[in-house]
């Protein structure tokens, strides 16, 4: 009876003990009593043993008692190895929670990369399908929506805006005109930034220009990062980043090239030291699109190896020597003019140059590129080749029979030589059908705002019993008729960009390129 208790005493002493050591909170003195404890149970132990031998029990008896001990000591053994068993599991059940919590926080953190089609004018569209975070891989544009919704957004020009970013407020990203097809769903939105903040974002106030109906309006920030700025939706319309410091602002800057293209041998180009902001790059694309010259892009890495800061004098050279105009500048972020600065580099004669972006302070190289005739030798090529290939087809054109020239220039040009002469190139009957075929149940209204047909052309077209669509067809020649000569593709698609699908604008480029 005595070894009974005690052996059950001796079974909660080490269950005590075996539960503190895995909660880690056994001192050192539990260890020693642990130990003690084992040790009073042998001597116990052998203390009844003597005594049995001094009682007058038989050696069945002996053998019967002897048989216990070993039953109870593997019972003893067994509820150990269950307790272990039984307690091992929580401990490890607890870190396999804080696994799966820390999981969920690393997977709340992500965001799923999702990559828009692109509309006409600049425009993306996104169809999200359930809630969640989304980043755009062309524009780092994050939405955070509670279930699904479709999303368009463009990126727009601060130099519109630039009256209402007043001092000391300053443009610290691109802005961005975002609609979304039930505005509750979209609950915010985080805007990429041009800054390199590192150790310089201590004194820096982080807010966002809203430009609402009622007016501008500078709205906080709920947080930042050292990519982005986040901000709670309270309404759809022009929003962009904007930052106040006493500190000197540093960007992630870009380098952006174009090459002059004409007849002549000498080499000229356009460089952009621009902060590496959607709207500044889109800005510069659009000056050069619309100059009086003809350019190409010259794809070299633009990123900066290092940071650009405002008010820091910059020096670019060339290897071999080139002439640079202006040789230094001073480098601001022109987001907000309407006119974007550039560096001239004119080359007499066209061959292999360096050209690095010098920090004239630190004299520590900002950027550099290697330009290769390759770099622009392709385009001309292509250019030539597509010159060739136009003589050809006239040349091939006009030794064919007089049936066939009429076909051909039908089908692929829509000339129209009414008076023996070849006019403009206008759309064909089976390009408008390829487009009528397209168009959707808002090709009424289409007519009216954008082709300028009135209601009773419209009366007129339905007049007839036809099948829905011929009367688009119908509209579409209508509206030919009335361009006389300017029924072209080009005046189609001027007319037809912002209100139409991307995908009729695809096939009015895709006529474009065939003239």
Known sequence: MDFNCLYVFENVIHSFIFLVKHICLIPCCISFSKVESYGTREDDSAQEGKSGDDSSENNSESSSESESDTEETDIRKSDEELEKNELLPLVESEANSQFRCEHVKTEHNQKEQVTPRRLSRGQFWLKLEAEGTYQCTVTGLIFDVTKAAVIKYSVLSWSKYADYVKKPWMVGGPIFDVSCDSASVLTSIQFPHSLSLND??????????????????????????????????????????????????????????????????????????????????????????????????????????????????????????????????????????????????????????????????????????????????????????????????????????????????????????????????????????????????????????????????IHQIQAKEEEVNVYKFMMLSKWREGELSNGTAQNLYDSLKDHVSYEIIQILEGFLEQT
């Open 200 to 457: 310089h974002e201590s004194g820096m106030t982080f807010k966002v220009l809203h430009i609402k109906s009622t007016g501008p309006a500078i709205e906080p920030s709920v947080d930042h990062s050292m990519t982005h700025v986040k901000w709670h939706v309270s309404s759809l319309s022009p929003v962009g980043p904007v930052i106040q410091t006493q500190e000197p602002v540093h960007y992630d800057g870009a380098v952006i090239l174009y090459k002059v293209v004409n007849n002549h041998p000498s080499l000229s180009f356009r460089v952009y030291v621009a902060t590496n902001n959607d709207s500044f790059i889109k800005d510069i694309s659009k000056a050069v699109k619309y100059s009086d010259k003809k350019f190409i892009k010259i794809d070299k890495p633009p990123v900066c190896q290092k940071r650009l800061q405002d008010g820091k004098r910059y020096r670019l050279i060339s290897e071999p020597e080139a002439e640079i105009t202006p040789e230094e500048i001073e480098f601001v972020d022109g987001s907000l003019l309407k006119l974007k600065s550039y560096i001239e580099v004119y080359m007499e004669q066209p061959m292999e140059f360096t050209l690095s972006l010098i920090e004239l302070e630190s004299e520590e190289i900002v950027w550099k590129a290697k330009l290769r005739e390759c770099d622009w030798i392709l385009h001309d090529q292509n250019k030539n080749e597509q010159k060739r290939n136009t003589i050809s087809n006239r040349r091939r054109k006009s030794s064919n029979s007089l049936f066939g020239e009429e076909f051909y220039n039908k089908r692929l040009k829509g000339s129209d030589i009414s008076d023996g002469t070849k006019a403009k190139t206008t759309l064909t009957d089976q390009q408008l059908m390829t487009l009528a075929k397209k168009m959707g149940k808002d090709w009424k209204e289409i007519a009216i705002e954008c082709l300028k047909l009135e209601m009773k052309d």
